[in-house]
């Protein structure tokens, strides 16, 4: 049996994810030869995407795996389809529920459900968590929020639910 670690918290507000990129900025100082460059350069030239960018990337493989069933259904989450057919999104489209805590609005639950609606059918009816990997990074290729932290992710819209406190 394997086990893998996935990051727990997603970071909302801006300071914060200002303050875990700050980390990854300072290590790519490190690098003599890139030193001089400004920090979204230094991050193309090294092929590494912002921590921002890793953590949507993680939480579309979780819900992925979630949705097809590579976790025993007694011990993951629910994440519940919509029942309405639509000509938009992809045919495992998720239902984004209401929720009436602030907090709550930044869960997994709630976090992935308008990035995951908004995946075409080829990246999410892939037949492997690999294939889906391949998929979607292929698909956000183009993302500017690959190497930009203060960039959002396009193509996200929807429904938009605010919670009430």
Known sequence: MRIYANSVWGPFKKGDIENIE??????????VSLKKLPYLERLRQLKLPTLKY????????EAFKIIHNYYD??????????PVGSTRGNKFKLRKEMCLYHIRQYSFCYRVVNVWN???DYVVEADSVN?????L???WTNQEFVFNFNSELIGTGG????CTV
């Open 22 to 31: 700050k980390v990854q900025k300072r290590a790519t100082k490190l690098i």
């Open 54 to 61: 890793r953590r949507s990337r993680g939480d579309m493989i």
């Open 73 to 82: 259904s007694r011990a993951s989450i629910k994440l519940n389809f919509n």
């Open 118 to 120: 908004s995946l075409p």
């Open 131 to 135: 294939s889906f990997k391949s998929r």
């Open 137 to 139: 990074d292929k698909y």
């Open 159 to 162: 429904l938009q639910f605010v």
